[in-house]
């Protein structure tokens, strides 16, 4: 399958600080790219939406101001979480998708602990 | 809303039994569905999917599935299970082409 390589695997930053995770797919032009957040031993839950090119759609209850999604090209997007605190901490994973009707490729993840 | 529901939280299973893990969803339109597998310490794979023709889906390392419309059900099927499919098992919908939503996900643990 394709490949989504997510970046950085690992992060610890500070509580009030910014963090910007990547997601690119590396041998797809990815239309459209989701993330999700998941809690310790829970599922997936999608954040939001993005298009290239478009305004990202966030799912009821995620705070778009908190959680900024770039998606400016066909291989990137970015998922900036500012002014980061504790409860922010968790396991962020993406996934990107090529054309309308096919399967979208998940990314490794990036754990998040903010301290 | 659109939501997927995996009735079984936690499945124990001895080596060689048979499994089948079972996924509703609710949504009218037409769906994608998949499912992913989770294993420890590892990210999502896909196990299969189904998008359209046949209903009964083969998938990698034995795995089947049965999307059954009149239902709304997308059941997951191993006749028999090893040690090294202990993992947790995430069925999904996407629906109408757009958004991809997962069930809670079920564990699922074989004993050698």
């Known amino acids: 399958g394709a490949v989504v390589s997510q970046h950085p695997s690992r992060v610890i930053c500070k509580s009030g600080t910014s963090v910007k995770i990547e997601c690119r797919s590396l041998?797809?032009?990815?239309?459209?790219m989701f993330w999700y957040r998941q809690f310790p031993k829970q599922s997936l839950m999608l954040m939001a939406t993005?298009?290239?090119?478009?305004?990202?759609?966030?799912e009821q209850g995620v705070e778009k101001d908190k959680f900024l999604i770039n998606h400016a090209s066909l291989t990137l997007s970015t998922l900036t979480v500012t002014s980061a605190h504790p409860e922010d901490s968790s396991f962020y994973i993406c996934?990107?998708?090529?054309?309308?009707?096919?399967?979208?490729?998940f990314g490794q993840g990036t754990r998040l602990t903010v301290v | 809303a659109q939501s997927v529901s995996q009735h079984n939280h936690h499945v124990i299973l001895s080596e060689a039994a048979s499994l089948e893990l079972g996924c509703n969803y609710s949504?009218?339109?037409?769906?994608?569905l998949f499912w992913y597998v989770q294993y420890p310490g590892q990210h999502l794979q896909l196990l299969l999917k189904?998008?359209?023709?046949?209903?009964l889906v083969k998938g990698i390392k034995g795995f089947e599935a049965e999307f059954i419309k009149s239902k709304f059900s997308f059941n997951l099927r191993k006749p028999s299970v090893q040690w090294s499919d202990t993992a947790e098992y995430f069925c999904?919908?996407?629906?109408?082409?757009?958004?991809?939503?997962f069930g809670a996900g079920t564990r699922l643990f074989v004993k050698a």
């Open positions: 999904a919908v996407n629906t109408g082409g757009f958004k991809t939503i």
């Open positions: 996934s990107a998708r090529g054309e309308i009707n096919t399967e979208a490729f």
């Open positions: 949504y009218g339109g037409t769906v994608n």
């Open positions: 189904y998008f359209s023709g046949d209903p």
């Open positions: 041998d797809f032009q990815a239309t459209t």
């Open positions: 993005s298009n290239e090119g478009s305004k990202a759609t966030y």
